[in-house]
């Protein structure tokens, strides 16, 4: 071997060969495409940061100027000029709604106060529904959707606390994803805890809803930033109502901790006498959900199950004594005004009992669930079923 080219391949490499765009340069083509795709990520990424950033900031600002206009004394009718054009935030738009029907009528000499108070309230669900269409907010984590503001959250708890056979006084929420459901346990005048895994989670609140400081304030809610399945097996406070609502999608790898059957076990454990677990199920496979079933229908001898109000999922409701069957009325009747209130904040009903009577009137049995899949055994922590989707649709 010729030792001039011994020499050049020990010589030592020079600080022009170790740049990053040297050996960016002289990587493989394939080492270039990766690592120019997580530069343009990355990038993306930061955009999107920013940008909802400033959108953030800007919606509150816009908000926060029009309460001041609104309650500053000014005049109604040169606040709805001055916004007519352009609305700069949802509420304003609400505002100039139903002004401007309330100038129309007048114009139109209309005669029936309740006929004027009618179309009033039908132009506020329009611009309502608008709004709520160009503006829907998604809770995303690494990008998955985790929830949107829809009632299924609230009656998660309303449901679930009017169905105890005594008054409550405390619940515990595992996952707070938009605090919608925090909220309406709060709403109920008891103790409200809520585990959150994220950190980050919790700091949006006030994002989704505008009362959340207050709702912060209150001594009765409580934020804890745990994992929901640990912080049960350590803590030793009993609650009332245990509401799980697990990050979707439900077939993510560790998901089934908060779905097997050992886990139900541990729940069990921390409800006082007569409690109840309420256990939400969003879109799965049939083998999914009668092994979910399967394992809550092994750790309670009383479950109820009810379809999600928007025509998917499915709450369970268990307890170790038997759920009392009471009417919408009944379970209305049992709720504070501030919950009623609550519970009726998105609709979809009009009244209370017909809110109520979208789950009652939809209930299933824990059989029919797991007779999807006869043959599917219970979710524990060493089957975790929902997790094996590939191997299923595969065979």
């Known amino acids: 071997m010729n030792p001039a080219d011994i020499a050049q ?38 955009a999107i940061a920013i940008d909802k950033t400033f ?47 309330w100038k129309r009528s007048l114009e139109g000499h209309a005669r029936s106060f309740a006929g004027l108070q009618m179309r009033i309230e039908k132009v506020m669900n329009v611009a309502i529904a608008r709004e709520v269409e160009t503006m829907e907010r998604r809770l995303l984590v690494n990008g998955t959707g985790m929830t949107s503001l829809t009632p299924i959250t609230k009656m998660m708890a309303h449901l679930t606390l009017a169905s105890l056979d005594h008054a409550p006084r405390s619940a515990l929420i595992i996952c707070f994803g938009m605090g919608t459901t925090f909220r309406s346990v709060i709403a109920w005048n008891i103790s409200g805890t809520a585990v959150e895994l994220v950190p980050s989670v919790p700091q949006l609140f006030s994002f989704y809803h505008a009362d959340a400081p207050q709702v912060m304030a209150s001594p009765l809610a409580h934020v804890v930033i745990d994992d929901g399945r640990r912080f049960l097996e350590r803590s030793p406070a009993r609650y009332d109502a245990i509401i799980v609502d697990p990050p979707p999608p439900v077939l993510t790898a560790g998901s089934s901790l908060l779905y097997s059957q050992d886990f139900y076990a541990v729940a069990r454990q921390r409800l006082q006498p007569g409690g109840i677990l309420q256990q939400w199920l969003p879109r799965a496979d049939k083998p999914t959900q009668a ?95 929902n997790e094996y989707f590939l191997l299923r649709h595969s065979l």
Request: aromatic share 10%.
């Open 291 to 385: 092994a979910v079933a399967r394992a809550i229908k092994n750790s309670f001898p009383y479950v109820r199950v009810f379809r999600g109000m928007e025509g998917w999922g499915w709450h369970f409701l268990a307890s170790e004594r038997p759920i009392p069957l009471r009417t919408a009325a009944e379970l209305v009747a049992r709720m504070p005004p501030g919950a009623v209130s609550d519970m009726m904040e998105w609709g979809p009903a009009q009244a209370p009992e017909q809110q109520m009577n979208l789950l009652l009137d939809h209930e299933s049995s824990i059989d029919a669930i797991i007779a999807l899949s006869p043959a599917t055994p219970a979710l524990t922590d060493d089957r975790p079923i």
């Open 9 to 46: 391949s020990v010589a030592p490499l020079t600080s022009s060969n170790l740049s990053l765009f040297h050996l960016f340069w002289h990587a493989h083509w394939i080492v270039e495409a990766v690592m120019v795709g997580l530069l343009v990520c990355s990038v993306w990424v930061w």
């Open 55 to 101: 959108l953030f900031s800007r919606l509150r600002r816009a908000g926060d100027h029009f309460e001041q206009a609104f309650w500053s004394g000014q005049s109604l009718e040169e606040l709805y000029k001055a916004l007519s054009a352009q609305p700069e935030h949802s509420t304003a738009a609400l505002f100039v709604a139903a002004m401007r029907e």
